[in-house]
């Protein structure tokens, strides 16, 4: 996980792809699926260096290693990594800042709204 990040930090999309399986997949809020390590490593090193000012860290998301981009302080996007035998084989990330208040408030585990279900 740390190594995406410091590749994210410098925008080493080829350092970065050695670290994702060959059918990794990642889904965007609102723009849909990208595929394969190219495209995938291109995204996640885009996302944090399109100024130069955008921190990349390893926080918990949903109780498993991910990665948070921060600009001034505030979160413009989250990454949640899932890692089998070794290496990344799918990535969820979300960059619409109404789904980021709560990180940017300081919560990093985003819990699913609880329901009430009434008895019968």
């Known amino acids: 996980m740390f190594a995406v990040a410091a590749a994210c930090r410098t ?3 080829a350092a970065m792809r050695t670290l994702f399986a060959a059918n990794v997949v990642a889904v965007v ?8 390590p190219e495209s995938v490593s291109r995204l996640l090193a885009e996302t944090a260096n399109t100024d130069q000012k955008t921190s990349v860290s390893v926080e ?13 302080g505030r979160v413009v996007g989250i990454a949640a990594l ?16 109404d789904k980021l208040r709560q990180w940017t408030r300081g919560s990093f585990d985003i819990e699913p709204p609880q329901t009430n279900i009434s008895d019968r």
């Open 11 to 13: 925008g080493d999309a």
């Open 60 to 72: 918990s998301v949903n109780g498993q290693s991910g990665l948070a981009y921060r600009k001034a």
């Open 82 to 97: 899932s890692i089998e035998y070794g290496v990344i084989n799918r990535v969820w990330l979300v960059l619409a800042p």
């Open 29 to 36: 809020d609102g723009e849909g699926e990208r595929t394969g």
